[in-house]
């Protein structure tokens, strides 16, 4: 009886605070991601297990951040911003060079990819600088989180981590948007972006102008800088309306399909499920999208306004630049699919964003303190 009594209660505790919405989208695309990662990794059930612990972990992250009251989301804001900016200068004067590019630094115990914080930390951080300025937002407030934005965007492109530096700038850039940045000001800035495009063309290496000139015609390099992106859209085209079935992927499986368990997992899952497949698929990202968008409508204070927008639409951003540069869309910058691609930083960094929304969601009878 006493046993009967208190496995409600534990499973009222456990799941109090959590969206069964959003979590029934989320596993729906952890089931797909896993199902797509047999076949990508030709029957390798030691990398699905190893895909399993990163999804333990990553469900773990979520839950104990729904759990988090928001008050306590806004307090770390500022000391985890300052934070992953030190680390950011730490890897510019101390970090460890792999492949070309100097991403991690190693802090004895453990080696750590700095950049992967500033994801959830820039948004977090500028949400609480609009929100402490609400009453009297100016221009000037808006430049001052424009700085905060540009600053470990910098930093990361400096790195060199163009993929990385984009997406932490269209969270910032989110942020911005809902705060209700002027439609006159956003004008000038697009129109300031392409008057100096000459002079950010120079400013980027030499493998990133060679990934964007490959874009528009990949062929100049067919076997070399644009094989990755001819191979996606071959994968992509030749599934046709119903895919040629599981495991029956040729580009997969005769190793035509270069990060096939990684960046072009979208190229896997397309030439195997097909058309219909896709649509299920992107039915899925737009049911997440859709849900965090009602959270953020829903939202109780400015703060949690701007950071259910900013991790609803990094999320969107997320999905659309992966499938997007498997297609052929847009250039190669080592984008994973949202819960769908394997490994574990972007797994646990995606439920962070995911567990702050139903945090939002659930405590949003709260009243900050």
């Given at each position: 009886m006493i046993r009967q009594a208190l496995w409600?209660?534990?499973?009222?505790?456990?799941?109090?605070?959590l969206d069964p919405v959003l979590l029934a989208g989320v596993g729906a695309l952890l089931l797909i991601g896993l199902t797509v990662l047999y076949s990508a990794s030709d029957g390798s059930w030691a990398r699905v297990q190893s895909q399993l612990v990163n999804i333990a972990a990553a469900?773990?992250?979520m839950w104990m951040v729904a759990n988090v009251p928001l008050h306590y989301l806004m307090r770390i804001a500022v000391p985890l911003y300052v934070t992953g900016m030190v680390l950011l200068i730490?890897?510019?004067?101390?970090?460890?060079?792999?492949?070309?590019?100097?991403?991690?630094?190693n802090l004895g115990f453990a080696t750590i990819q700095p950049s992967e914080l500033m994801k959830i930390a820039v948004p977090l951080m500028m949400a609480w600088y609009f929100e402490k300025h609400e009453a009297t937002l100016t221009l000037k407030n808006y430049f001052v989180a424009t700085l905060l934005l540009l600053a470990p965007v910098a930093l990361i492109m400096r790195q060199p981590d163009l993929g990385t530096a984009i997406l932490i700038f269209a969270s910032g850039f989110f942020v911005l948007f809902l705060a209700g940045l002027s439609w006159r000001v956003l004008a000038a800035l697009a129109t300031l972006a392409v008057g100096s495009a000459p002079f950010l063309w120079n400013m980027l290496h030499d493998y990133q102008k060679h990934r964007i000139l490959m874009l528009l015609d990949p062929t100049q390099d067919a076997l070399g800088k644009g094989y990755h992106t001819i191979q996606g859209m071959i994968a992509v085209g030749s599934g046709g309306a119903l895919g040629k079935g599981y495991f029956n992927g040729t580009?997969?499986?005769l190793?035509?399909?270069?990060?096939r368990a990684t960046d072009f997992i979208f190229a896997v899952y397309s030439e195997e499920f097909g058309f219909l497949g896709n649509l299920?698929?992107?039915?899925l990202y737009l049911f997440i999208v859709g849900r965090g968008f009602v959270i953020t409508a829903n939202a109780s204070t400015a703060f949690t306004r701007l950071m259910a927008g900013s991790i609803t639409l990094t999320f969107f951003t997320y999905t659309f630049v992966n499938m997007g540069m498997v297609s052929g869309i847009l250039p190669v910058v080592?984008?994973?699919?949202?819960?769908?691609?394997?490994?574990?930083?972007?797994?646990?960094?995606?439920m962070l964003g995911i567990g702050m929304l139903m945090s939002i969601h659930t405590h949003k009878t709260l009243v900050q303190t």
């Open positions: 409600p209660r534990l499973q009222r505790r456990l799941t109090q605070y469900l773990v992250v730490g890897v510019a004067l101390f970090g460890e060079i792999s492949h070309g590019a100097r991403r991690w630094l580009q997969t499986h190793d035509f399909l270069p990060e299920l698929l992107l039915g080592g984008v994973p699919l949202p819960l769908v691609s394997y490994g574990g930083t972007s797994m646990v960094t995606l």
